[in-house]
């Protein structure tokens, strides 16, 4: 396989998985293409000065500014949309359906309470299902600093959670 057949596939891959996170953010499929188109030029005009082993976090991260960017400028507000996680299955009955959808809502809430490096971590482990190594390559993390993170990340989510719980039951 040539360098660029390989250039091409990491870059297939890559802007695939930073896509879905988009979309998962709450950006349009239109706004992720353009911003994804966007952050591929800039590659190939700075991929010189880009470190080979840093590729995918430095395109990850130009994707993301670009993205927030974008909201500033439309004035809008980067949250998770329930309706994107899949928990709902068509074989549900009626009721576990209601059930299921309580869920994601309770799910999108606390997300979007949490701070953004959390929220980040959480929908690449488990919304895109990434590995350890893939986020810490993606974020350009050592891979027990990223564990660190997410324990964390988790802790937060369950402490909100937990909240959450507790001003339902009063």
Known sequence: MSRQEELY????????IIFK??????????DAEDIIQE???????YID????NKAYSWLFRVAINQYYDLCR?????VNVSFEDFDLVDDSFLPEEYVQQTE?????????NRLSPL??????????????Y???????DLNPGTLKTYLFRARQSFKKLYEEEGKHDRD
């Open 118 to 131: 959390h929220k980040q971590l959480l929908l690449l482990k488990y919304v895109l299902g990434l590995s």
């Open 133 to 139: 190594k893939e986020i810490a390559q993606m974020l």
């Open 73 to 77: 400028k439309q004035q809008k507000e």
């Open 103 to 111: 869920m994601k809502k309770e799910i999108y809430n606390i997300l």
């Open 39 to 45: 952050a591929l030029y800039k590659f190939i005009l």
């Open 49 to 52: 000065s880009v470190d080979p």
């Open 9 to 16: 596939l990491f870059l297939h891959e890559k802007t695939a």
């Open 21 to 30: 996170y988009l979309i998962k953010n709450g950006a349009n499929p239109r």
